[in-house]
């Protein structure tokens, strides 16, 4: 079984829908929380990162983290084409200079 | 502007060649990492340095090799490549904070193997 899990999609919605993108983990010493969001041909960057569980709002963006679930989930409000991208999580703990990460979520936001 | 730069984009190589992928950071960090990326699969980690001369083993490290001699650059070395490293390969840097979250990755180089 894999530390980190996610569904890789892809997953198709219309614009200015609301996009639920989640993963569940099974490390419990994980703390730290990141969503990274890779468009095509292209690194991934760095979205939206969380410490321990609660939520994290940047704009249209939203974290949420369940620590006693194992779940962390990206919300997106008011999609837009531009959103459309493979969107990974990942996570760490505090001395672990490595990442964890999921196998990334397929995202188009149709026009 | 963090920038990661990787020496190819596109790599086509023989099986049994060995294999040179080079990564350069400007931010002066000390913290360099090498993915692959296959579908499916997501990043694994192969191999990461901490310091210059310093590495650690990832996840996958059977088959690939690393060097940093210098604290910007940090070479994947594939000693005798083979069909099943066909990959996606990102390259990554991070500052030396309590959890290196932040990871500036590089472009990719796309690696076929025949």
């Known amino acids: 079984q894999k530390e980190v899990e996610q569904d890789p999609g892809p997953l198709s919605v219309p614009e200015g829908a609301i996009v639920s993108l989640n993963c569940t983990y099974s490390?419990?010493?994980?703390?730290?929380f990141m969503w990274y969001r890779q468009y095509s041909r292209k690194g991934p960057e760095l979205l939206m990162y969380?410490?321990?569980?609660g939520n994290k709002e940047d704009g249209r963006f939203t974290a949420q983290v369940d620590k006693s679930s194992k779940y962390i989930s990206l919300f997106i409000r008011d999609s837009q084409p531009s959103d459309s991208a493979t969107y990974l999580c990942?996570?760490?703990?505090?001395?672990?200079?490595?990442?964890?990460f999921g196998s990334g979520t397929r995202l188009q936001v149709q026009p | 502007d963090v920038k990661v730069t990787q020496s190819s984009r596109y790599l086509v190589k023989r099986t049994g060649e060995k294999v040179f992928l080079e990564c350069v950071q400007d931010m002066d960090h000390e913290n360099m990492f090498w993915y692959r990326q296959d579908p499916g699969l997501g990043l694994r980690l192969i191999y990461f340095?901490?310091?210059?001369?310093?590495?650690e083993k990832g996840d996958i490290p059977e088959g690939y090799s690393v060097s940093r001699e210098k604290k910007e650059r940090f070479s994947l070395i594939l000693e005798s490549a083979s069909t099943n490293q066909t990959s996606m390969y990102l390259c990554?840097?991070?500052?030396?904070?309590?959890?290196?979250?932040?990871?500036?990755f590089g472009p990719g180089t796309r690696l076929t193997v025949t």
């Open positions: 990942a996570m760490t703990h505090t001395g672990r200079r490595a990442l964890t």
């Open positions: 990554a840097s991070s500052a030396p904070t309590g959890a290196s979250y932040e990871q500036y």
């Open positions: 340095s901490y310091d210059v001369k310093m590495k």
């Open positions: 490390n419990s010493a994980f703390q730290y």
């Open positions: 969380t410490y321990s569980s």
